[in-house]
């Protein structure tokens, strides 16, 4: 399996020699930058598999770096944990609105961002190589196209198929209507937020077997989830 891609945003040259050498001994693949503007290129030169990016700077800030790579159906997908010396609750749930995965503050140990950039590519990985991913009792074969649920095949449409995939490849995060209309559809799409909201009915029916748990969690004034059943 090749090297996993990592794109490190970190303007403190020490802290981001430091990572970059400890990322590389890990077998990432690693480009860094400490510009925002330079961050966005990097990204949409070649798509990185993971994004760790520092809230504070130069040029684009950390916040709106990662609300452009949200914006973008190219990088709607790829997890990015952001790094901030700021300790308030308020910031850290404004980072994880705007769409960080996860959330470390300054200091940090190197080894537990280690650990918790591991954690996620064992969650990414399979649908990075085009093998099966399996959230709870559902299974998808990316390649082949097939999705199964305790055995038994299901009949998808295609956008119904991308839906669950989508869901399947950040099991348990919960997407706004937004959020799933650019990752799903695409950023320049001129569906309606309501559409989505058909298709997930139509996801729901379509996966759903008697006497199991509906997987598909529904968050007040949130959005959706993918629950493991």
Aim: charged share 30%; proline share 5%; aromatic share 6%.
């Amino acid at each position: 399996m090749s090297a996993a891609k990592l794109l490190l945003v970190e303007d403190d040259p020490a802290l981001s020699e430091l990572l970059e050498y400890r990322f590389q001994n890990e077998g990432y693949d690693v480009r860094c930058t400490g510009d925002g503007d330079e961050a966005l290129v990097l990204a949409s030169e070649d798509v990185p598999d993971l994004i760790i990016l520092d809230w504070m700077i130069e040029g684009t800030s950390g916040i709106e770096v990662c609300r452009r790579l949200r914006r973008d159906k190219e990088t709607a997908h790829v997890p990015i944990i952001m790094l901030t010396a700021r300790e308030a609750e308020d910031d850290r749930v404004r980072g994880l609105e705007t769409g960080a995965d996860d959330y470390l503050t300054k200091p940090f140990s190197p080894r537990e961002l280690l650990a918790r950039v591991a954690a996620v590519m064992r969650r990414i990985r399979p649908a990075l190589a085009g093998e099966t991913i399996e959230v709870g009792d559902i299974k998808l074969d990316p390649v082949a196209h097939k999705v199964q649920r305790r055995g038994r095949s299901l009949q998808l449409g295609p956008t119904e198929y991308r839906l669950l995939k989508f869901f399947m490849e950040s099991p348990g995060r919960v997407f706004s209507r937004g959020q799933l209309l650019d990752g799903v559809w695409g950023t320049g799409s001129d569906i309606e937020l309501r559409t989505v909201d058909v298709h997930i009915r139509r996801l729901r029916k379509a996966i759903g077997i008697e006497g199991t748990k509906d997987p598909i969690r529904t968050v007040r004034s949130a959005g959706y989830a993918l629950e493991p059943a």
